[in-house]
């Protein structure tokens, strides 16, 4: 089973901007989509964005889609997420996972074998 290695978290202050990558283990790894999720202790996970890797199609919770671009570089089984203008609530573990074809249905359960995750904390 393929591998997700999640890093780019951080500490750091509201209006920052970070970059969290998501590189597979595997080199013929070919999802039909990868999403990120987001989640805070004692809560469930929050989907956040999704991308169709075969067109780039994308699909981001409504509160990020202002701030977040999820991208993915298939020669490098790389996903990422660039956040940006960040908000003390998106202090969160952040994890990537592959999906199936619904990228657009803002499921969790969509999405499987998760990553170890990043942390990502934001301070006001």
């Known amino acids: 089973q393929v591998q997700l290695v999640e890093s780019g978290g951080g500490v750091v202050q509201a209006g920052a901007t970070l970059r969290l990558s998501c590189t597979a283990s595997?080199?013929?790894?070919?999802?039909?989509?990868m999403g990120w999720v987001r989640q805070v202790p004692g809560k469930e996970r929050e989907f956040v964005a999704s991308?169709?890797?075969?067109?780039?199609?994308?699909s981001y919770l409504d509160s990020v889609e202002d701030r977040f671009t999820i991208s993915r570089d298939n020669v490098k089984k790389t996903t990422f997420l660039q956040m940006t203008s960040l908000k003390p609530e998106d202090t969160s573990v952040y994890y990537c996972?592959?999906?199936?074809?619904?990228?657009?249905?803002?499921?969790?359960?969509?999405?499987?074998?998760w990553g170890q995750g990043t942390q990502v904390t934001v301070s006001s």
């Open positions: 595997d080199s013929t790894f070919d999802p039909e989509s």
């Open positions: 996972a592959p999906g199936g074809p619904f990228f657009y249905r803002h499921i969790t359960s969509d999405y499987n074998n």
């Open positions: 991308i169709k890797y075969s067109n780039g199609f994308t």
